[in-house]
């Protein structure tokens, strides 16, 4: 066992139904400390009986503003294949690339469907539209990743990646450098910082019995118990230092590392 780097892990599995504003069932959170195990946190007091978007944001701005060091696992992809940022002349720059998103895919507008945008009825998604044959090289590495842009079938993280790019950018612009999105924000993360990272929980779902937990609740479940027993035993940092060449570095300090892939 190594000393904890972090104070509290957090999974989240993330829903892109509906609106930012709707309560969604499968939108759930799991929190665990060095000393406690993963326990659900459900939403504040008030009229919504399970996590929006929109209060999801703004909770995990406010206890990620602290002084306790967390990681948080987040099942939707932080960026999109470099395919893309070619195909739409854009820089390789991770925060500008989430600026001109949220201007094409406003997804996290009041009364605002991903399908809206998608569809052509808000937004400008025709100058930003993507294709399912686009894969990221942490995709290709992965067995149960798919591309962010297919929105149909088995494993598809579009509408989550559509519906959260935005609260992403909300965040940063929140806490700036002391939430660290990796590996966007640099490779290692500072010590004392919290730490936001891409995970596909279905790479740890068979390490937990979970057979009365939602779906939803599995993969916050066991994001936040791998996050904690990866801590302990010195994997996490492993994972963070994921064996590429110079080149595929660079590339993946642009389209994004699935944690562990």
């Known amino acids: ?4 780097v972090f104070r509290r892990y957090l999974g989240i599995h993330y829903a892109g139904a509906e609106t930012p504003d709707s309560a969604l069932k499968s939108l759930r959170v799991c929190s665990a400390t060095p000393e406690t195990p993963p326990q659900e946190v459900l939403p504040p007091p008030g009229p919504l009986r399970y996590w929006c978007r929109r209060e999801l944001a703004h909770w995990l701005a406010g206890e990620l503003a602290g002084d306790t060091p967390t990681i948080v696992g987040i099942d939707h992809a932080l960026s999109f294949p470099l395919r893309y940022f070619e195909v739409h002349q854009l820089a390789p ?3 500008a690339f989430l600026e001109d998103f949220h201007r094409h895919w406003p997804t996290d507008a009041p009364h605002t469907y991903v399908d809206f945008i998608l569809n052509g009825a808000r937004g400008q998604s025709a100058e930003r539209m993507g ?29 989550a990646t559509h519906a959260g790019l935005p609260w992403i950018l909300f965040l940063k612009r929140a806490l700036g450098d002391r939430l660290h999105v990796w590996p966007f924000d640099g490779w290692s993360i500072p010590a004392g910082n919290s730490a936001l990272v891409e995970v596909r929980p279905a790479m740890w779902r068979d390490l937990e019995p979970m057979a009365a937990l939602t779906a939803g609740q599995k993969d916050a479940f066991v994001t936040a118990s791998w996050l904690k027993a990866a801590d302990r035993s010195g994997e996490l940092a492993d994972m963070l230092r994921p064996a590429l060449s110079p080149p595929e570095r660079l590339v993946c300090g642009v389209e994004g590392w699935i944690l562990g892939s």
């Open 1 to 4: 066992m190594t000393p904890p």
């Open 131 to 159: 294709s399912p044959r686009w894969m990221r090289l942490t995709d290709d590495r992965c067995k149960v990743a798919r591309s962010v842009f297919q929105f149909e079938g088995q494993g598809k993280v579009a509408a």
């Open 93 to 95: 720059d991770w925060m």
